[in-house]
T-cell receptor
């Protein structure tokens, strides 16, 4: 079945540690996105990529980094510079030129 | 950046009641979408709207693209317990070449009493 897979479902980060969240899709979508969701709040855009080897900052990119070496994969690294990383992270993909995003099931990141 | 105000923040209703929620934007959008999120899961697309004034239904759900292009509405008729979740509006202006991604509202949390 086609879809978006995020892993792990739960992740814990120690002080000063970088952690990487995985996002893989087999929908053959060109565009991929990372959103952050805090309790009781909407989704805020971290980074997005319209094509392989290219990506743009969203509204809250500070403390995060991404790469897009393959069409299917768009990993997100939460660096130690992100002082408040506890949140639910959602990856999504879409066909370029359409706005219909398909989401993964999310990764809950918590700080130890 | 772009701002979306979604209301109400939460609703607690009885099964069988109708529900209305809306979203307003500080800028014009040419696409509005409505998503539903179950706890611990990613949002799922319910309805997409592409033209001002457009009215689109998906089963018991009906959504409208406001004439001003700065607002959208979602109605759920005859609610059932499985309607429980968080409903998000989202919008995009394709003319905004500096931002080719959706902006989301803060969500409406719906609870349905059986």
């Amino acid at each position: 079945d086609g879809g978006i897979t995020q892993s792990p479902k739960y992740l814990f980060r120690k002080e000063g540690q970088n952690v990487t969240l995985s996002c893989e899709q087999n929908l053959n979508h060109d565009a991929m996105y990372w959103y952050r969701q805090d309790p009781g709040q909407g989704l805020r855009l971290i980074y997005y990529s319209q094509i392989v080897n290219d990506f743009q900052k969203g509204d809250i990119a500070e403390g995060y980094s991404v790469s897009r070496e393959k069409k299917e994969s768009f990993p997100l690294t939460v660096t130690s510079a992100q002082k408040n990383p506890t949140a639910f992270y959602l990856c999504a993909s879409s066909i370029t030129g359409t706005e219909k995003l398909f989401f993964g099931s999310g990764t809950q990141l918590s700080v130890l | 950046g772009q701002q979306l105000n979604q209301s109400p923040q939460s609703m607690f209703i009885q099964e069988g009641e109708d529900v209305s929620m809306n979203c307003t934007s500080s800028s014009i959008f040419n696409t509005w979408l409505w998503y539903k999120q179950d706890p611990g899961e990613g949002p799922v697309l319910l309805i997409a709207l592409y033209k001002a004034g457009e009215l689109t239904s998906n089963g018991r759900l009906t959504a409208q693209f406001g004439i001003t292009r700065k607002d959208s509405f979602l109605n759920i008729s005859a609610s059932i317990p499985s309607d429980v979740g968080i409903y998000f509006c989202a919008g995009q202006n394709k003319m905004d070449t500096g931002r080719r991604a959706l902006t989301f509202g803060s969500g409406t949390r719906l609870q349905v009493q059986p």
